[in-house]
């Protein structure tokens, strides 16, 4: 039975009790007096007694603690709080002329984001050079997807650079702490050993800017694990390149069991579902903006990655096979604010999800 915890008031109300019982004579309730009000001090320092002990009590579970409480918590569980770090990755620049490149030169994007070379480079002649580059701020805007364009200070004998194949990748913001309470969570609940599914969720979301993950067992038979790692908030859909996909593969190979499962990791590929709505009232800009809304976060919190695993009920991380039902659309669509009543033509049933892909917003449409 848990312990009552009671008022300032209330202590200071047994306490005047307690006087009256004690001292002869004493009637706390009536005024003047001074009995009265040394109830109410000792009520009030013994109310925040109380709330301290309280306070304790919550900062001991993971679920219940203060934020500034929770990488005590990781501490103690060996699992930090993700910070933020810096994307990097290759360049591909066009040399016209043999050139020396020192490190430190700064390239910047468009927008004004900056990176600098990692090493001296040397352009032999004319053609293309490798560039290693690393972000000179932290975070996930500094990201940048295969064939976007930078500028090479300085070197006029580079006329033109764009980042490679792999893209600068591992750039992520501080682990918010409602994405760390979730992830200390998960580690309480299944704890690491022996290469189990959930070990593959855990050691996949050390990597930052991991914000979920989604494991299959034996796709190619005993001895294999696919693993589909989503990186929500920093690429669309949450669906990374390829060089973000080579970090995670390079994390499991160092800390999981790649000596004990051969360890796939892959992209899931992106479903467009298009939505067409008539008989919009109000049909208005803002409803139309409204329901677009509730409909990305809809695909947000219902999406799944689809696989062949068999699935288990303690485990709703495994990719199994899924269906996106066409309710969930109606329901969001409903849900938006202003709508009055729709009528959701497209699509006209549930969505088959195969293996290997995920549901996300396609077209939305608006008719009649």
Known sequence: MPFSIRTPGEIAAQLRT??????????????????AISAKAY?????????????????????????????????????????????????VATAAAAAAIARGTILTRADGRAYRLATDVFAAGPGEVA???????????????????????????????VVGASGLTGGADRESFAAYRARLKFFKAYRPGHARPSD???????????????????????????????????????????????????????VGASGVADIIVAAPEALPVDVTISGLSPNKIATRNAIEIEIVEMFARRARVAGIDPGHPAMPFLATSQTFSRSWIGQAVANAAGEDRHVLVEPGSDVAVAAGRLPVPGALTFSG
Do not use: M
């Open 200 to 254: 593959y969720v855990i050691w996949a979301s050390e990597v930052s800017g991991v914000s979920r993950v989604f494991v299959e067992r034996r796709p190619f038979g005993p001895g294999t694990v696919r693993l589909y790692p989503l990186f929500d908030g920093i690429y669309e859909n949450g669906i990374a390149p390829a060089g973000e996909i080579a970090r995670v593969k390079s994390h499991l190979e160092l």
């Open 43 to 91: 009520g009030g320092a013994v109310g925040g007694a109380y709330d301290h002990q309280d306070w304790i009590a919550r900062q001991i579970f993971v679920h219940s603690c203060d934020d500034e409480v929770l990488e005590d918590h990781g501490a103690d569980l060996e699992l930090p709080i993700r910070q933020a770090s810096a994307a990097s990755g290759e360049v």
């Open 131 to 161: 560039l290693p580059v690393v972000a000179l701020e932290a975070g996930s805007a500094s990201v940048a997807l295969p064939g976007v364009a930078l500028a090479l200070q300085g070197v006029p004998e580079i006329t033109g650079a």
């Open 18 to 35: 307690a006087f009256d019982g004690a001292l002869e004579g004493a009637l706390a309730r009536l005024w003047p007096n001074n009995v």
